[in-house]
């Protein structure tokens, strides 16, 4: 399936300023994630900035970058103003890869977008929980699938629930339990992208503080690819930096 991706770089950062600029082996970390995404096999790959600086940079490159406002209150609502500048056809595939991945898994793209179809509008991913710490931590995200693949809910809390198994121990993972963890990547068709914006906020969301939830409370079939295993970490903290700058150093 041809897909476009496109990576929305703020400069601010709360824990990490000026993150997207970040030098990793020579080259900023914003342009090493358009590097890594253009490995998807995508038709194209495009930088969402608001900041003179970002938009440099990506040109230095050869990276191409849009120009978008200010005041987006998230990198979904920038994505899809870069589609509508663009003139993308509604029925293109978009997906929304966070600037502070320059790790990902390019294959990972490509299968989130080829779940987007005429009766799903968007599409994540999702991997198996192994460790009993993580199913427990309500910052690592967890989700529910029925029988197609598509989502039931996301949530911070266990979920399912392993009733049996739980009320034994909760030192251990059941055996046979496999919960799964949601990873922030997403595709949309341009028609979804496009509408999302409009939707109004949900009870859920505000309680999770999980923005996802706002497509299932309004009836929108969300489908998630499960991949083997945990891609590799963002960047969201220093430690992080460190620890990809020295995966840079040894290649």
Same mark, same amino acid.
């Given at each position: ?25 020579? @080259? ?23 900041h ?33 500048t663009?003139e ?20 990972l ?6 779940q ?10 999702a ?19 029925? @029988? ?11 979920i ?9 121990? @909760?030192?251990?993972l ?23 914006p409009?939707l ?13 939830l ?15 295993s ?22």
């Amino acid at each position: 399936m041809a897909f476009i991706v496109i990576i929305p770089a703020r400069l601010a950062s709360t824990r990490l300023p000026g993150k997207p600029l970040a030098d990793l082996g020579g @080259k900023p970390m914003v342009v090493r994630v358009a590097e890594q995404a253009a490995l998807s096999g995508a038709a194209r790959v495009i930088v969402a900035t608001d900041h003179e600086s970002i938009r440099a940079a990506c040109a230095a490159h050869g990276v191409e970058v849009c120009m978008t406002r200010s005041d987006h209150p998230s990198g979904t609502d920038r994505i899809a103003e870069v589609a509508r500048t663009l003139e993308l056809p509604l029925d293109a595939v978009v997906v929304n890869l966070q600037g502070d991945e320059p790790l990902i898994d390019p294959a990972l793209l490509a299968a989130c977008a080829a779940q987007i179809s005429a009766a799903v509008p968007m599409a994540t991913c999702a991997h198996p929980l192994h460790d009993v710490a993580d199913a427990f931590n309500p910052n690592v995200v967890k989700v529910v699938l029925d @029988k197609n693949g598509r989502a039931l809910y996301f949530s911070r809390s266990t979920i399912p629930w392993h009733r049996d198994g739980f009320a034994q121990s @909760k030192d251990s993972l059941p055996t046979g339990y496999v919960p799964l963890r949601h990873i922030g990547l997403y595709a949309y068709s341009n028609a979804f992208l496009q509408e999302y914006p409009q939707l109004s906020a949900s009870p859920l969301e505000a309680i999770e503080a999980l923005e996802q939830l706002r497509v299932l409370w309004h009836g929108v079939a969300i489908a998630v690819h499960v991949t083997d295993s945990a891609p590799a970490a963002g960047v969201d903290t220093p430690e992080d930096l460190a620890r990809v700058q020295a995966h840079y150093r040894a290649q």
